[in-house]
């Protein structure tokens, strides 16, 4: 890389995984300098081509678990493409909590995912408590986690300590900072799901509404009534444009992503209204 380029380390990321750990240690230490730019990639081998490119300066790649020994991905990259040089080594203690959703029993769990190398070191527990869950390959153990919190798997074996630093940006976002807050988001989502008890829009039918077929809306307005088998039906109605959106009469404001709104919706707000009877 030339000399004004910043100095980069490539990684299997996304953010979470044990090989950042290694990174963020390795800069702990000085091996690494404090301001490196961080490059995730989805496997090893990309990490150690970049270098081999001249896309990133080092990479930190995992070679050998305790458990399962080596990393397969890591060895054949090194024994195939260009040679690069390892310059140092370092162990990173091993702890995974199994991941699932708020309200998942165990039960409910038809599909684990973790990586490979990570499901030979959890795989006693798994046979135990998890015998009847399918195996999902993950390309990180941070990739399994993200898989969960999107809900395209039941339960992942990720990283156990927080010992991933939080921005600064992150303290504002805080529970004990928000909960207050009428205006926050965490406000925001328990006014949703009281509504959503309250008026049993759980069990509604949703339908996504032609901005055509509606003199009062425009093409930068996401609409969506929900009908819950009982009137009033609910109507929802994001606006992205640019320009305010007149909440038209017949209309009652029942929440909204922002408590200042009173006759016009701003952009980037979304309000939740009943049509009057």
């Known amino acids: 890389m030339s000399e004004t380029s910043p100095f980069?380390?490539?990684?299997?990321?996304?953010?979470?995984?044990?090989t950042e750990q290694a990174v963020l240690n390795f800069q702990d230490a000085g091996h690494l300098p404090a301001d490196a730019v961080h490059r995730t990639v989805d496997s090893p081998a990309t990490a150690l081509d970049l270098v081999r490119n001249g896309e990133a300066d080092q990479a930190v790649v995992?070679?050998?678990?305790?458990?399962?020994?080596?990393?397969?991905?890591?060895?054949?990259?090194?024994?195939?493409?260009?040679?690069?040089?390892?310059?140092r080594e370092?162990?990173?203690?091993?702890?995974?909590?199994?991941?699932?959703?708020?309200g998942t029993r165990v039960a409910d769990i038809q599909t684990f995912t973790t990586h490979p190398v990570a499901q030979a070191q959890v795989r006693g527990w798994v046979g135990e408590y998890l015998p009847e869950a399918r195996f999902v390959p993950a390309t990180s153990n941070g990739a399994a986690a993200q898989a969960v919190a999107e809900g395209r798997v039941d339960a992942a074996a990720a990283p156990a300590a927080p010992w991933l630093p939080q921005p600064a940006?992150?303290?504002?976002?805080?529970?004990?900072?928000?909960?207050?807050?009428?205006?926050?988001t965490l406000s925001l989502y328990r006014?949703?799901?009281?509504l959503r008890r309250e008026l049993g829009l759980g069990a509604g039918e949703l339908t996504i509404v032609d901005p055509d077929s509606d003199p009062t809306l425009n093409s930068d307005l996401v609409v969506v009534d929900?009908?819950?088998g009982e009137p009033p039906q609910t109507r929802v109605v994001a606006n992205l444009g640019t320009a305010d959106w007149p909440i038209p009469a017949g209309y009652r404001i029942i929440t909204t992503s922002d408590p200042g709104i009173?006759?016009?919706?701003?952009?980037?707000?979304?309000?939740?209204?009943?049509?009057?009877?």
Do not use: K
């Open 8 to 18: 980069t380390v490539a990684y299997l990321g996304p953010r979470g995984t044990f």
């Open 226 to 228: 929900v009908d819950s």
């Open 262 to 277: 009173s006759d016009t919706l701003p952009s980037d707000c979304a309000v939740w209204l009943t049509r009057l009877v």
């Open 191 to 194: 006014r949703l799901l009281a």
């Open 169 to 184: 940006e992150f303290a504002a976002l805080a529970v004990d900072q928000q909960q207050d807050d009428p205006e926050s």
């Open 90 to 102: 370092h162990d990173v203690p091993v702890v995974f909590s199994i991941l699932v959703r708020p």
């Open 62 to 87: 995992a070679l050998e678990s305790s458990v399962d020994g080596p990393v397969t991905q890591t060895f054949d990259s090194l024994a195939s493409g260009q040679p690069v040089q390892i310059l």
